[in-house]
């Protein structure tokens, strides 16, 4: 139980809770987005909805006041354009907004990392010709 509890309370564990909490709250503005905004424009050039796009593959198609097909094979792959828009919003909200200026950040720290480590460097060279300085004087 002792593990178990160290697990749960680890940095990890918590980030990643964080970060599914947050990512379902993101996935509701992203399906607003699509749905107040992709589709209006969609409807410009045909159904403002992207699920009422449909194929029927089989057949004359017949769809039941439930939305369910009673005869035919209907394709309904307006719901599947829908989803791939919401995923390409999102993955490029996550590039944009998090992944580019953490690439930024990281980039910052390792220059300033290489820099402190060049100036450690002089320092130790410094202190090197110092101490044979002082030897020789001796």
């Not at 309370?9 to 970060?19: K, T, W, Y």
């Not at 749905?35 to 057949?59: E, H, M, Q, R, W």
Request: overall charge positive.
């Amino acid at each position: 139980m002792k593990g178990f509890k160290e697990f749960l309370l680890r940095g990890n564990v918590v980030d990643l809770a964080v970060a599914v909490v947050i990512g379902a709250a993101f996935t509701n503005i992203v399906n607003a987005f699509v749905k107040g905004v992709i589709n209006p424009i969609v409807g410009v050039f045909g159904t403002k909805d992207l699920a009422s796009y449909s194929s029927c593959l089989k057949g004359p198609c017949e769809v039941s006041a439930t939305g369910e097909v009673t005869h035919g094979i209907l394709i309904l792959w307006g719901s599947v354009l829908s989803a791939a828009l919401s995923f390409l919003i999102t993955a490029a909200v996550v590039y944009f907004i998090l992944i580019v200026p953490m690439n930024r950040l990281a980039a910052k720290r390792k220059t300033l990392a290489e820099v402190a480590a060049e100036a450690e460097a002089k320092e130790v060279q410094l202190l090197t010709e110092i101490r044979d300085a002082l030897v020789a004087q001796r």
